[in-house]
């Protein structure tokens, strides 16, 4: 088949787990044999165009800088729905399926627009789904209106949909989407062999790792660091990455006494992240919103248990088997938080030996190649469909 993947980024030249998904999608359907085309924004300097095998690469758009603070910026969305738009105009009629990303929407509504001249099929992955309350307070009052609305539309548009989670899939029923829904359980790409039993870390250490942005409330993780220190001595924490509140987590850090006891380093080599999470005591994801819970996965996959915040907007609370791999603070506080803490460390090898179990147990279909099989299989057409299209 002739398959259109079309999302505004591409891995490694930006870095995200939606980046990486539809890299290894691409890379997956070109192996199966079918013709592959990605469309992006230009990411890449001259000369140093992207060569993926069996991949042909089209930049339907300039590099635009994609990001204003933590938030995404409105004119690189409409920018790219316009060159998918026109490309699909010209060439629409060459592809079997668009396989896009629901996020940013307006790619989404460009393939809607001109289907009925390319009359392809169109696949979508929806990350995450808002709520019209989650809409409002992001963006405020009109602008939470029209993110609603334009969501509400794109779940209107016929496609065979995937999510990642079961949240979002019953939050597509609820925005509207009538068609097809398959969930996929996996999106990790690294060993699953059964972790090795490993001691943590002395003293032990909590650890954190990824964009600091207000949505992932990584200053929780200092506060509970703070209260847990009076029921787990020596107990120490290493908070990994960047953003937005780098700042505002150093100086909690700071203003709670704890320099010689939290460190924040920013963005540090993958080898060193990895081998702090391997001797951690526990991960900690405080995150209100999450569509997927790489980091519940991640953690598991080294035997270490972690800790999650309950919440309407967090995925990540149906990969955490409480008592079995973690646990799910109740509330976003440092002291909910930090309960699950001593919890982690009165457990001590009992939960990491659950922890590992699970992951044994769980570690195909929390695949990505788990996934990207059942997209792959999706697919399969007659041959003789696919001798019509390419004489069209």
């Given amino acids: 088949m002739r398959i259109c993947v079309v999302y505004d980024c591409l891995f490694p030249w930006t870095v995200g787990g939606a980046e990486r998904w539809y890299r290894n999608l691409a890379e997956r359907l070109a192996a199966e044999g079918h013709e592959v085309t990605y469309l992006t924004l230009t990411q890449w300097d001259e000369g140093d165009a992207p060569r993926i095998s069996g991949v042909d690469v089209i930049a ?3 590099r635009l800088d994609l ?13 790219f729905g316009l060159g998918v738009g026109l490309h699909l105009l010209r060439r629409g009629r060459r592809y079997d399926v668009v396989h896009t990303a629901s996020f940013p929407y307006f790619s989404l509504l460009a393939a809607a627009v001109t289907r009925p001249l390319g009359r392809f099929r169109i ?3 929806w990350h ?20 609603w ?39 990790y790409a690294g060993s699953l062999e059964t972790p090795a039993a490993t001691p943590p870390a002395d003293p032990p250490t909590v650890v954190y790792a990824g964009r600091m942005i207000p949505e992932k409330r990584v200053p929780l993780v200092v506060d509970a660091i703070a209260a847990a220190r009076e029921r787990v001595p020596g107990l120490r924490g290493r908070i990994f990455g960047a953003g937005p509140e780098h700042e505002l987590v150093r100086a909690r850090i700071a203003e709670l006494g704890l320099e010689d006891v939290v460190e924040a380093p920013g963005f ?3 080898a060193e992240v990895d081998a702090a999470m391997r001797g951690a005591l ?12 790489m980091v519940v996965v991640e953690a598991s996959a080294h035997g270490v248990p972690a800790i999650v915040v309950d919440g309407e907007d967090n995925a990540a609370v149906e990969l955490v088997d409480a008592g079995r791999n973690g646990y799910v603070a109740a509330a976003a506080t440092g002291a909910s938080i930090a309960d699950a803490i001593v919890r982690c460390h009165e457990d001590g090898e009992t939960l990491r030996a659950g922890t590992r179990a699970w992951f044994a147990e769980n570690a195909d279909r929390l695949s990505l190649a788990g996934s990207l099989r059942t997209v792959a299989a999706a697919y399969a057409a007659p041959a003789g469909r696919r001798r019509r299209r390419r004489a069209a």
């Avoid at 963006?139 to 209106?145: E, N």
């Avoid at 548009?157 to 829904?181: C, M």
């Avoid at 526990?282 to 819970?293: F, I």
């Fill in 282 to 293: 526990c991960v900690v994801q405080p995150s209100s919103r999450e569509g997927y819970g």
């Fill in 67 to 79: 990001y204003v603070g933590d938030r995404r910026k409105i004119g690189p969305p409409l920018r």
């Fill in 268 to 270: 540090v080599d993958a």
């Fill in 60 to 62: 339907v758009g300039p």
């Fill in 128 to 147: 995450e789904v808002w709520s019209r309350e989650y809409w409002l307070g992001y963006l405020g009052g009109l602008g939470g209106r029209v993110g």
């Fill in 149 to 187: 609305a334009v969501q509400r539309l794109c779940a209107a548009v016929p496609q065979r949909a995937y999510t990642f989670s079961r949240l979002y899939e019953r939050r597509l029923r609820e925005v509207g989407l009538r068609g097809e829904i398959t969930v996929l359980t996996g999106e």
């Fill in 123 to 125: 696949s979508c992955d």
